[in-house]
């Protein structure tokens, strides 16, 4: 008997989940490049909040994004679980750049 793995883990769900994290992740970020900029001024540091603020609403769209389309109708949820496992790791490789970017950043 040959398991799907597939079957076993609900990609969409994981993909949101990520988003979430990267959420907070980039809530921390904002908040130390904004302390920064006030004793920093300086083109580098406008660009990191910025940058961040731009991951940001991209992470919330993808939230409202999946959401969205989940709940409209079966061919679109079927639609979403065959890309969910893309999204799943493209927010798992962001979370785990984002949360290397706050440990560098805190320290």
Same mark, same amino acid.
């Given at each position: ?33 904004? @302390? *920064? !900029?006030? $004793? %920093?001024?300086?083109?580098? =540091?406008?660009? +990191?909040?910025?940058?961040?603020? /731009?991951?940001?609403? @991209? *992470? !919330?769209? $993808? %939230?409202?994004?999946?959401? =969205?389309?989940? +709940?409209?109708?079966?061919?679109? /949820? ?30």
């Amino acid at each position: 008997m040959v398991i799907d793995m597939t079957e076993m883990f609900d990609y969409t769900f994981a993909a949101v989940l990520f988003a979430f994290v990267n959420i907070i992740l980039l809530g921390i970020l904002i908040t130390t490049y904004a @302390q *920064n !900029l006030r $004793i %920093i001024r300086s083109y580098f =540091t406008i660009g +990191m909040v910025f940058v961040a603020a /731009m991951l940001l609403i @991209q *992470n !919330l769209m $993808i %939230i409202g994004f999946w959401s =969205t389309l989940y +709940m409209e109708s079966s061919e679109f /949820m079927k639609t979403v679980d065959m890309v969910s496992h893309y999204m799943f790791m493209i927010n798992l490789v962001q979370t785990v750049g984002l949360g290397i970017l706050v440990w560098i950043t805190r320290r």
